[in-house]
């Protein structure tokens, strides 16, 4: 299986990696749906990651998502995370909100679900601050229109930001091979770029811990040991 994927990503001329989760599991980052350690086996999503909960108790809101940057700030990038940056041939699309792609060198990841290294004015009078993640702020006010900040993610019910949509919408129509790195592809419009990379024509190779239902070459195993042997240099191929 593993050749078979390799043997595809050589030939390929528009490779894209489009994650979830699982990417960055490995250092030490929660994933969301799995039983017992995923993030939403523990806490209520509605409650933290809704513009409802949001207006119901934004102090709680900020607090749980400073406790997540301050995680994120102790972290390191883990070998998927180094592999993927150092194939800059390969695009990348994730849904993590999280910096351990650009901490481990990548340079043009495409954010779906916003980043956590940003507050935003939940007005949206367009306000945006970078946010120190070992040391984040607790709930303040915008200094432009005066309602409360928020982290700059994509919450339940609110829309995928445009600018990083359209790239990726455009990446997945015009991936010849698409590989899917530790995501259960359950949340919508990202799962989404599978069905669209696959009906246009890309190869799809799954990257997932866990045996998953998607068509494709899948590779069962922790990301951080396939990634960086799918993504290793191949030899060009000799004429003889
Ligand atoms: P999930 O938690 O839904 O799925 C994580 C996937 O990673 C599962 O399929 C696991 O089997 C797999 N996995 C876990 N550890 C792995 C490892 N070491 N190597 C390879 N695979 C591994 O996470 P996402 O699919 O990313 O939204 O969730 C999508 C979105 O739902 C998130 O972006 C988040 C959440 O609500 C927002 O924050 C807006």
Redesign the pocket.
């Known amino acids: 299986m593993l050749d078979d994927a390799r043997a595809a990503l050589r030939d390929a001329t528009r490779p894209v990696a489009f994650s979830?989760?699982?990417l960055s599991?490995?250092s030490g980052i929660p994933?969301?749906?799995?039983a017992q350690t995923?993030l939403?086996a523990r806490y209520d999503?509605m409650a933290l990651?809704s513009p409802e909960g949001f207006t119901a108790d934004p102090e709680l809101v900020v607090a749980w998502y400073n406790d997540r940057r301050r995680r994120v700030a102790s972290a390191q990038p883990n070998p998927a995370h180094r592999a993927l940056a150092g194939r800059r041939d390969v695009a990348h699309i994730t849904?993590?909100?999280d910096d351990l792609a650009e901490r481990a060198g990548a340079t043009d990841v495409v954010h779906l679900?916003g980043s956590l290294g940003w507050d935003r004015c939940s007005a949206g009078c367009g306000r945006r601050r970078l946010i120190d993640m070992a040391d984040p702020p607790s709930l303040y006010a915008c200094n432009r229109c005066g309602h409360w900040m928020r982290p700059d993610?994509?919450?339940f019910g609110e829309q995928l930001p445009f600018t990083a949509w359209s790239r990726a919408d455009e990446l997945a129509a015009e991936a010849d091979v698409f590989i899917v790195?530790?995501?259960?592809?359950?949340?919508h419009p990202?799962a989404g770029l599978i069905t669209a990379a696959g009906a246009g024509g890309a190869e799809l190779i799954v990257?997932?811990?866990?045996r998953?239902p998607a068509h494709g070459i899948q590779l069962t195993g922790?990301?951080?040991e396939i990634v960086p042997e799918l993504l290793k240099p191949t030899r060009p191929r000799s004429d003889d």
Request: glycine share 14%; no cysteine; hydrophobic share 45%.
């Open positions: 979830g989760a699982g599991a490995e994933t969301f749906r799995e995923g939403w999503p990651a849904q993590n909100v679900h993610v994509v919450w790195i530790g995501t259960s592809a359950r949340v990202a990257v997932n811990i866990e998953t922790p990301a951080g």
